[in-house]
């Protein structure tokens, strides 16, 4: 083979080697994006169905205990404060 042949050989794999490194890199943002939205979106999700539970929870002016590890707190309605101390 001669030598241009050769270079044209390599030039070649080279260009397909990057055009495949940049596609796969593309492709691997993308999907960390969409985990990313997931993992949001999940979160979000959760945290307005703690806080729908919350709300539900203390509606009659119940009291209500949230617990976080070994830290406990007891939650009560503002509004009902004053109803239970008068």
Do not use: H, W
């Not at 794999?13 to 949001?40: H, P, T, W």
């Not at 009659?60 to 503002?78: E, F, K």
């Amino acid at each position: 083979m001669d030598s241009k042949k050769i270079i044209i050989i390599i030039l070649g794999a080279v260009i397909f080697i990057l055009i495949n490194y940049l596609l796969l890199d593309e492709f691997l943002e993308n999907q960390d994006a969409k985990i990313d939205d997931a993992f949001i979106n999940g979160f979000q999700e959760g945290f307005d169905q703690i806080l729908i539970a919350l709300y539900d929870e203390l509606d009659d002016c119940n009291t209500t205990i949230i617990t976080v590890g070994n830290l406990t707190r007891y939650v009560v309605d503002a509004s009902c404060v004053s109803d239970l101390n008068p």
